[in-house]
């Protein structure tokens, strides 16, 4: 397994992280039932994975909980990372519905407290916005706040997740100004470039990292999901539609030739040309058992794609239409 630095920050996360949202909630076709959650977890550390990404909305404290559980007493082992602004105390969890956020200095404090006893643990790696719009984004007070608890050594940086769909671009250009924010998170695919492709060139100048999140294009890549693939309604993949899975497929047989070329299957070659990229800190595939663990662990291996190589999939990218970003307003 190969580190990188987190941004300024200087903290080492694994290229390979585990996003955690699966442990908790049955959004992408399965129930994990926490002994199988913890023995999850415990694999990734076995292979290496010390960047464990989570929020404190999946499963209203559930996934924070069994991290806490699973790496108690080993605390300076790993790098954790978790998300606020959702207010879901008096709210039911339907499905992938929004619920009403709140990034006031009170509410921040109150979450930041609550994260750190789910967790067992007295500081936090990185504890991030979840998804906020550019109205949060623009509030002094709030990073003020979140420069207070660096100065207090509660937490020792930020990040801001992106979302929850594909888009959100002035959000993620704005958030690299702010001196805290040492991360974004967003969707990042060899499909899906854009964003991306414009955070990472600012992430460069202003030493950001930036983890990636859905690099498989939710199952394309993997061979998980086809055209004709039915996927259940509460499926987070729900949202990708029959011609955009045809379209996106069509896609893939384009660069097949480059990732044999390479000795790769496609979800290797999808996964090493994030990796190749510049500023990215960690790449978070959506995993449901242990092999597949395994199986994206081992793609960290040191060996990157060319730069021939990657300017021929760019000028590929270039060739394709472009598709609707997705933004918050600005007020």
């Known amino acids: 397994m190969k580190y990188n630095k987190l941004g300024r920050s200087g903290i080492k996360v694994s ?189 460069q100048k202003q030493d950001i990292g930036i983890l990636v999140r859905v690099p498989d294009a939710s199952g394309i890549l993997t061979g998980k999901v086809k055209a004709d693939t039915v996927i259940p309604t509460n499926d987070h993949r729900k949202d990708r539609k029959i011609e955009w899975r045809r379209t996106a497929l069509e896609k893939v047989e384009q660069f097949r030739h480059i990732a044999e070329r390479n000795g790769l299957n496609i979800t290797e070659f999808a996964i090493k040309f994030i990796l190749s990229k510049n500023s990215i800190a960690s790449v978070l595939p959506t995993v449901i058992n242990e092999e597949e663990i395994e199986m994206f662990a081992s793609i960290s291996d040191g060996k990157y794609i060319n730069s021939s190589d990657m300017r021929e999939i760019d000028e590929l990218y270039k060739t394709w239409p472009a598709y609707e970003l997705k933004a918050s307003q600005a007020n």
């Open 15 to 203: 290229e390979i992280g585990f996003g955690a949202w699966t442990i908790a909630l049955d959004w992408w076709g399965k129930k994990i039932d926490d002994e199988e959650a913890k023995r999850m977890l415990k694999k990734a550390y076995d292979l290496g994975i010390n960047f464990f990404e989570t929020a404190d909305m999946y499963g209203k404290g559930k996934s924070e909980k069994l991290i806490g559980e699973v790496f108690k007493g080993m605390r300076d082992e790993i790098v954790i990372s978790t998300k606020y602004g959702y207010d879901f105390s008096e709210a039911e969890q339907i499905g992938h519905a929004e619920l009403p956020q709140d990034f006031s200095p009170e509410f921040t404090r109150k979450a930041l407290k609550a994260s750190m006893e789910r967790l067992q643990t007295d500081y936090l790696d990185v504890f991030g916005l979840h998804n906020p719009k550019l109205n949060h984004l623009r509030n002094e007070s709030t990073f003020e706040t979140l420069d207070e608890m660096i100065k207090d050594g509660k937490i020792k940086s930020s990040q801001v997740a992106l979302g929850p769909a594909i888009g959100w671009t002035q959000e993620g250009l704005e958030a690299m100004e702010r001196n805290s924010v040492t991360a974004v998170q967003t969707v990042y695919n060899i499909l899906e470039q854009t964003p991306g492709n414009e955070l990472i060139e600012k992430a």
